[in-house]
């Protein structure tokens, strides 16, 4: 059973930084992309950065310069560092993979970017 979850989430004032982590069981964790995703109230949920099995990122432009992602396979551990957070980070952020041809996703962590 494939079980991923999130955690790091808080409140942080504008240009502060927060570390999201992500855990993942059930799965070869190193044989797949994994990714972040974001939703904020009233908007569609968004890529914010994936990491192939091979360590190649990609990131959304509005976080490129800013975050970054990591995959710790022996941990089995997927992170976003995020720096210089603005209130537009705003979210709830998830960890998804796609296994055997089906989406997972964890039950999201809210990030709170406010003064």
């Known amino acids: 059973q494939v079980r991923i979850v999130e955690s790091g989430g808080g409140l942080v004032q504008p240009g502060g930084s927060l570390r999201l982590s992500c855990t993942a069981s059930?799965?070869?964790?190193?044989?797949?992309?994994l990714n972040w995703y974001r939703q904020s109230i009233g908007k569609q949920r968004e890529l914010v950065a994936n990491?192939?099995?091979?360590?190649?990122?990609n990131y959304a432009d509005s976080v490129k310069g800013r975050f970054a992602i990591s995959r710790d396979n022996i941990r089995s551990r997927l992170s976003l560092q995020m720096n210089n957070l603005e209130p537009d980070d705003t979210a709830t952020y998830y960890c998804?993979?796609?296994?055997?041809?089906?989406?997972?996703w964890g039950r999201g962590t809210q990030v709170t970017v406010s003064a």
């Open positions: 990491i192939t099995s091979d360590g190649t990122t």
């Open positions: 059930g799965i070869n964790f190193r044989l797949y992309t």
């Open positions: 998804h993979v796609r296994f055997r041809g089906s989406p997972f």
